[in-house]
């Protein structure tokens, strides 16, 4: 039973990081429910430090979702500036942290740390796609990295790379058929327009839900590493393995639509 009244410090943090091995020079996205996390020496502004310190230490990139789908509707889809996301308060907490650059990515942008240089080139060419996780996007990146995503007292339903996997992977029925207007207002304050074609399946409302259902694969060929962050449980997870076990998937399943219904994966479509 772990005490949910403990103020964790700082190196606390940084040893549970450590005892799960994760990399200090790769690409790693944190998905996270700091209500879960509990209570942190400097609140949320001393987890977002001590990620910072440690995931940067060595040259890699720590990514900090801050996705506007919300916007989807109104006259500017993303402000750079705007600390106020579809996500929580750790989201808004990154935004307004200056040593970070966050992505124009429209509808799935994240803010970026580490080593500028690197950073911006992570980042560039975000207005370019027609998905919020095209794998020409900051996603696709992260699985050419050899990448991690860490998930901090969340599921595999708040996985967003997972949709960027199924379009790696040429899975059908992700995205809607037409494209929707969309502006990003940058940091000298020019509104650029663009198009995205929004994630949307004829099946469900909401396909993320089902990508819980990928756990058991994933774990079976070993993309999870499993430890806390404060009093969250966390799954610190590969990307490139989770990318090669859903193809595999997918391809032993001769194209039929593993998440169609939410019964379990058969496990001769990935043993």
Same mark, same amino acid.
């Given at each position: ?20 091995? @994760? ?8 998905? !996270? ?8 020496? %400097? ?14 230490? +060595? %040259? %890699? ?19 750079? !500036?705007?600390?106020?996301? !579809?996500?929580?308060?750790? #989201? ?5 942290? +200056? ?7 429209? #509808? ?22 027609? !998905? ?15 990448? $991690? ?11 967003? $790379? ?7 992977? %040429? ?23 663009? +198009? ?8 469900? #409302?909401?396909? #993320? ?6 756990e058991t694969a994933f774990r079976y060929h070993g993309a999870i590493v499993d430890g806390f962050v404060g009093n969250a449980p966390t799954q610190a997870c590969d990307a490139r393995i989770m990318k090669d076990v859903m193809e595999l998937i ?8 593993? @998440? @169609? ?11």
């Amino acid at each position: 039973m772990r005490d949910l009244n403990k103020v964790y410090t700082k190196a606390e943090i940084k040893e549970q990081l450590k005892s799960m091995k @994760l990399p200090q020079d790769k690409v790693v996205l944190v998905h !996270s429910s700091l209500r879960l996390v509990g209570k942190v020496e %400097g609140e949320a502004q001393g987890l977002l430090d001590v990620m910072i310190e440690y995931f940067t230490e +060595k %040259g %890699g990139l720590l990514c900090i979702p801050t996705h506007t789908w919300m916007n989807f509707n109104k006259e500017i889809t993303l402000d750079v !500036s705007d600390p106020n996301t !579809s996500l929580g308060a750790f #989201s808004s907490v990154a935004v307004l942290d +200056k040593r970070g650059i966050r992505s124009k990515n429209p #509808s799935h942008s994240m803010v970026v740390f580490g080593d500028r240089d690197r950073a911006c080139e992570f980042i560039k060419d975000e207005l370019d796609i027609d !998905s919020g996780t095209h794998p020409n996007s900051c996603y696709g990146k992260i699985y050419r990295d050899g990448g $991690y995503i860490l998930l901090v007292g969340v599921a595999h339903n708040r996985n967003t $790379y997972l949709h960027c996997v199924e379009e790696l992977i %040429g899975m059908s029925n992700r995205l809607a058929k037409e494209a929707e207007n969309v502006t990003v207002k940058t940091e000298d304050g020019q509104v650029v327009k663009s +198009k995205i074609r929004p994630h949307r399946t004829d099946f469900t #409302s909401d396909v #993320s839900l089902r990508f819980v259902k990928y756990e058991t694969a994933f774990r079976y060929h070993g993309a999870i590493v499993d430890g806390f962050v404060g009093n969250a449980p966390t799954q610190a997870c590969d990307a490139r393995i989770m990318k090669d076990v859903m193809e595999l998937i997918y391809k032993r399943g001769n194209g039929v639509d593993p @998440l @169609l219904d939410e019964k379990s994966i058969p496990p001769m479509l990935y043993r």
